[in-house]
């Protein structure tokens, strides 16, 4: 079935209007994207304007990575526009915007049953799921993947139809015309995007669309650091003059502003007795407001508002508060007990390392929070019987149906606006802030912003998950590890995350799920190197800390013990660290080349005693497709702890779309490696973090930052997100280092916990 313009496009119709979406059947959807006066849509994804001035609708969270970037510059190259002269608007919630890749990688969360079966982004069903759910999640390294087909489709329906326009006028064929630079050209005539776009908007685009024959791509040698840039970030003048919209930064009139205390963490909590009374004295105090394990001030200014608070000084009665003790107890018990699941089972590891394999030893990570520079806030006003919240999450629609269920109105009568996020580290898929200032506001009966503190930041914080491992190995007569097995004690927190997401439920609802076993918890513990024999066991746990995605996702938590476990062994052989990795890595040759270049960029030693050097290297992916990293870095005790002097980085990613972006990603994430990996985390006492400061998480200081060098290898690949690459290797690269210059192997995370 062909699709016409006339179903397609809304032509020059200033509102209403219907798009034709795709399933099992066709549907049809409200236009998402409608144009302002002198614009004209074409497909849901661009609006142009007589001023040339080319829109492109973003469906992702911008926090920071260059998303809005990236994606309008695909949609650039492949419409033929100036680049001064494109626009980015962050898109309505909409079933056209759906995120298939990521939709199918979290199949196991929505259709646990038969996830084998639609795992595959061009499943029906995964597209039937997605465009129910309006699933427009911003996450997994998924953006590009995602949204680079349907923007290049639109663009090239946007460029043929101008071409065609152009053509008309000049008595030529369209396809003799050339599209650059926001102009249609044929000989030494040009017609500007503007001229063209009335006539344009009323022309039937070929159908498949004509794409040009490469995707976007730039080479990183042709970028090198300090380049001039074909495509500058689209962000980047408005952050810094100050007039990039975060979500704290919406003002709405007769606003009232909001602080909260959240519960402490802990088995059959209740509010205790407290005093508004006491408040009454703070000048611009409004009233205060209940909520399920929380209480929150309403005030003429949040500091009002947190002053308020203070006085008031609520208290919560809790049974069983949580400790730091019961998290290591339980995670102990696991690691000891017999309850696990085979989720890695190649050959015949446990006959070749029977029960007493040649290296052993155990790994610990302690709970990581995120420490966003922006703490959750989120805006919300009800008139006319409309709710309305301004706030920065992942996934838009979930949160909206969250607020709908809180407030008790339809759904159709609640309306999310999209805000940047001041970082988010995937900290924002918990939306309960959002909900939070839906019911101040319905309470209250006036907008409300709502502001964490820092405190409540942790306290109310889903932090990465904790985890401990025994892991063992054996040699071949060749030096090569023969056999690896691995049991891992950790909640299942990706099965936890699903409940929460698509279900609503609470953190201390859906815990409860974390003794279950949870195949994507498990997702890289299976080491990149080719290992005849290996065996990875679950053993999930009910830690009484919910937990919560973070950068680097489980990535984050297994490079660690792989890298650092396959040091020691190395070490204990007498073998080189690099040469002993390239041996095993035979059948990738793409990660092989990445410890070559980065061995030759750090001037690699040998990692030799007392040099301060250490490697480390991961995949993410199967081999031949994903993203590869490799890592040198030098590190030294200090008198005041962990000193990282200098870390280099060579990564694979497939074709790279815009490489100062990319550069930027896997720098910022080998510096959130480095917070993990010396910080960023706290114990719990009485329920509370012990930590209620960003300057007690021992995050890297501007002044602290290492020196940081990232390569780009070219290749050939598919496009691979390279914000979280970073983050897996900084860790394990840090602990060899610190093995290298102090001959004390660090087993824990973070490695000053050791001390």
Not at 441 to 461: D, F, M, N, T
Request: negative net charge.
């Amino acid at each position: 079935m062909a699709i016409t313009r006339r179903q397609w496009l809304i032509g020059a119709a200033a509102g209403g209007g219907l798009v034709v979406g795709w399933s099992l059947l066709p549907r049809h959807y409200a236009y998402p994207f409608p144009p302002e006066e002198g614009e004209y849509p074409f497909d849901a994804w661009l609006r142009i304007g007589k001023d040339g001035v080319v829109n492109v609708a973003i469906p992702q969270l911008e926090m920071g990575q260059g998303v809005m970037t990236v994606l309008a510059q695909i949609a650039a190259v492949e419409l033929g526009a100036d680049w001064r002269q494109v626009a980015v608007t962050p898109a309505p919630i909409s079933a056209l915007f759906p995120n298939l890749p990521l939709a199918a990688s979290w199949a196991p969360l929505w259709a646990p049953i038969v996830a084998p079966l639609v795992a595959d982004r061009h499943s029906w069903m995964v597209r039937r799921w997605a465009e129910d759910h309006r699933f427009m999640a911003t996450g997994g390294g998924t953006s590009v993947t995602a949204y680079e087909e349907p923007l290049r489709k639109a663009a090239a329906g946007a460029r043929a139809v101008l071409a065609m326009a152009a053509a008309a006028r000049w008595g030529v064929k369209w396809e003799e015309c050339e599209v650059s630079g926001g102009a249609v050209r044929h000989g030494g005539r040009s017609f500007g995007f503007g001229a063209l776009v009335q006539d344009a908007a009323g022309l039937t685009p070929p159908d498949p669309p004509v794409l040009r024959p490469a995707p976007p791509a730039e080479s990183p040698a042709a970028l090198p650091g300090g380049a001039e840039l074909a495509f500058p970030r689209l962000d980047a003048p408005a952050k810094v003059d100050g007039s990039w919209p975060f979500a704290g930064d919406i003002r709405l009139p007769d606003m009232l502003y909001a602080a909260i205390r959240h519960a402490p963490r802990g088995e059959n909590i209740a509010l205790g007795a407290h005093d508004a009374g006491r408040a009454h004295g703070v000048s611009g105090f409004v009233r205060m407001v209940e909520g399920p394990r929380w209480v929150a001030a309403v005030a003429t200014d949040w500091w009002a508002a947190e002053q308020a608070l203070a006085k008031i000084a609520p208290g919560f009665a809790v049974e069983k508060p949580l400790e730091s003790a019961d998290i290591t107890k339980a995670l102990d018990e696991a690691l000891k007990g017999d309850d696990a699941h085979r989720m890695v089972a190649q050959a015949d590891a446990d006959g070749i390392l029977g029960a007493h394999p040649q290296f052993s030893a155990r790994y610990d990570i302690a709970p990581a929070v995120h420490a966003t520079l922006e703490t959750a806030t989120a805006t919300a006003r009800l008139r006319e019987g409309m709710v309305e919240v301004w706030a920065a999450t992942h996934t838009p629609e979930r949160a909206r149906l969250a607020i709908a269920r809180e407030l008790a109105v339809p759904a159709h009568q609640v309306t999310l606006y999209p805000a940047a996020a001041g970082g988010s580290f995937d900290a924002r898929f918990d939306a309960r802030f959002a909900i939070q200032a839906a019911a101040i506001a319905q309470a209250v009966g006036k907008p409300v912003q709502l502001i964490w503190s820092r405190w409540q930041e942790h306290v109310a914080g889903l932090p990465r998950a904790s985890m401990a491992v025994h892991v063992e190995a054996r040699a071949d007569t060749a030096g090569h590890v023969a056999a690896w097995r691995a049991k891992i004690a950790m909640p299942a927190t990706m099965r936890e995350f699903g409940l929460r997401m698509l279900s609503g439920a609470s953190p201390t609802k859906a815990a409860k799920m974390q003794d279950r076993k949870d195949i994507m918890a498990m997702e890289g513990a299976n080491p990149p190197y080719a290992i005849a024999h290996v065996a990875v066991d679950h053993a999930p746990v009910a830690t009484g800390l919910p937990t919560g995605l973070m950068r680097g996702g489980p990535h984050g938590l297994h490079a660690f013990v792989s890298e650092s476990f396959l040091d020691e062994i190395a070490a204990a052989l007498g073998r080189e660290p690099l040469s002993f990795r390239m041996g095993m890595l035979a059948g990738d040759p793409r990660m092989a080349a990445c410890l070559q270049r980065v061995s030759a960029l750090a001037e690699w030693n040998g990692g030799k005693d007392g040099s301060g050097a250490g490697l480390a290297c991961h995949r993410m992916g199967a081999v031949g497709d994903g993203g590869c990293i490799a890592a040198i870095a030098t590190a030294r005790r200090s008198d005041a702890g962990v000193r990282v002097d200098r870390i280099t980085a060579v990564a694979d990613i497939g074709r790279i779309i815009n490489a100062d972006i990319a550069r930027q990603q896997i720098e910022g994430g080998l510096i959130f490696g480095i917070g993990l990996a010396l910080g960023a985390s706290t114990g719990w006492e009485k329920g509370l973090p012990v930590l209620s400061r960003l300057g007690q998480l021992g995050l890297p200081l501007l002044a602290d930052c290492p020196e940081v060098e990232v390569e780009l290898i070219a290749s050939g690949a598919d496009p691979f997100d390279p914000g979280e690459l970073g983050v897996a290797v900084a860790a394990p690269a840090i602990a060899n280092a610190l093995f290298s210059a102090t001959g004390i192997r660090l087993r824990r995370l973070p490695l000053a916990s050791d001390d």
